[in-house]
């Protein structure tokens, strides 16, 4: 499975727990139903969970039958879509979009407004999982959500860090593993809420330069800028890097495989990533994918998506039948750091280049 | 030996296949990618056919600069390395009986089948604190405590070295099976010891083939992006790196074509200012 944000290749361990969990998994069977919804989910363990676990379940309730298509990584998926688009087809008529690629779909017109009215359950999302046109259009529905947080290993750490401010301790010097890319490490925003009261010290370019400025005083902590997961995910359970950041369901999933790790909610909050879901302008079957999308907003299936894929539910706590167990395996009540995307569309050359000099130089 | 020289048209009609396939799958591809280089960015989207020198003004810094040279010095470095470990090795490898060659060259080409991903974290592994190469020397009492020995610019030499070998022996053997047995045994009656005929004698005779193989190794080393990921610190990483970065994370095409064909291009130099030195020596 891939996040959708960073076009990084998934952990096999949870896709290792997931073929645990529908050992007997049923194959996709195209029911003979009246209609068909192409929705497009990332390949991998994201399209076999939800092939398993939550599509034949809409199908069942809805009589609508979904053709699964597996997205490529990176903004390929995007790319394909607007220029099919332009021709007047829709690969997909659903997509899950990483929350960047959604808001360059919007800046092109590329998905079909939603009416909320015809979803009566979005009305239970937390209010960041709508997304809007500027002028307040719908452009997409949060669909799933994770959190990065900050993980240790608990042999070289008995004590738990409590702040994101343990990343610049000097007593930690070569002991981290951070993500290699600013867009999808999001350590500008920790740096922000961590240090100058919250993310939106990013807004002026003042502000950034002044996050990079406190950024780069982590360096010399800093073992290994990761890209691939799996090499910070072995390095973390042996303890050769004791520190870092990383994704909290994937590590729960190593803590409960016996392994010495933990994954830390900071006092400044873990950080919040997720996928939205977007209808393309060119799809024929709009009140389909209102059907779908309001299905999946249900806190029973978010609960369910939980529990079988390890996300984090995009509908508020109180709706949910979670146990507190179940709830702090893929969440947390402290308010997160929610990534500036808008800063990745606007200045995403600048901070790219910046973030560079920076680790490089 | 002095071949006809080609006198018709159906003379030249060998040429016609490998100069379709060079078409095909290098000069076409090769040509995309310079027009691409020109197109312009378009921040928040993807780009739009242009005619712009935007993408190689931002690769004329400092920065990218010092990147470049330390590609080059790397990948020099390394064919350096493999080429002095490899080429004494194949040299007492071509001695062998023939059945003993057989098993090593195999061994060889199993280690080719290995990508680089497992090369890289085989060799993470070996450089590792907790199950690394050290805890054997602390075992033996030669160092006091297991150290980590990767990310580092020697970690990324050793396994970029070590995935650049097993191609330069295969490189290197044919010449070394072919070569004249008589010049060494004419060296050894001349008074020669062993290490000195091969120093003297050996080396100087296939100059043109040690050279065409650094050659080789060195753009072998310059394409090599995982390692340099796997193995080295952010200072560690090489243009391929950024190029990498651009085209996939950044889905910023053209400024990734304007890096990869300055690559290309200042390693075409190199290449032809190295043959052009060894063909001035060898005409000396």
Known sequence: MTRPNNGVSRRTILAGGAAGLAALGMPTILRAADKTLKVGVYGGFFKDSFDKHIFPEFTKATGIAVESIAEPTGEAWLVQLSQAARAGVAPADVSMMSQTALLKGAAGELWAPLDLAKMKNTASLVERFVNKYPDGRVAGIGAVSWYITLVTNTKVFPEAPTSWAALWDPANKDKLGLLALVSNSFLLEVTAATFFGGTQALDDEAGQ??????????????????RDEAQFEQALKSGEIPMGQYYHDVTGLAAADGHPVRSTFPKEGGILDSGSWAVSRASKALDEAHVFIDYMCQPQIQALMSRKVGTSPTVRRDLLDLTDAEFAAVSS????IVPRYDLYLSRADWLNQKWTEMIVG | MTAARPQRLQDYAPLVFPALMLTVFFVVPFGIMVAISFFRRVQGAFYEPDFVFDNYARFLS???????????????LVALVAVTIAFPFTFLLARLPRRWQVVWLVALLSIVSLSEVIVGFAWSTLFSR??????????LGLMSEPMSLSPSFGALLTGLSYHAFPYTVLVLYPALARLDPTLMEAARTLGASPPRAFLTVVVPALRNTILATMIMVFVFALGSYLLPQLLGRPSNWTLSVLITDQAIYQSNLPFAAAMAVFLVLVSLALVGLSLLVGRKEAAQ
């Open chain 1, 209 to 226: 330069l002044k996050a990079f400025e406190k950024l780069a005083e982590v360096k010399p902590n800093v073992k290994l800028w990761y």
């Open chain 2, 62 to 76: 400092a920065f990218f600069g010092q990147v470049l040279g330390f590609s080059l010095v790397l990948a020099t």
């Open chain 1, 333 to 336: 009540d402290i308010p997160p």
């Open chain 2, 130 to 139: 907790t199950a690394g190469v050290t805890n054997i020397l602390v075992a």
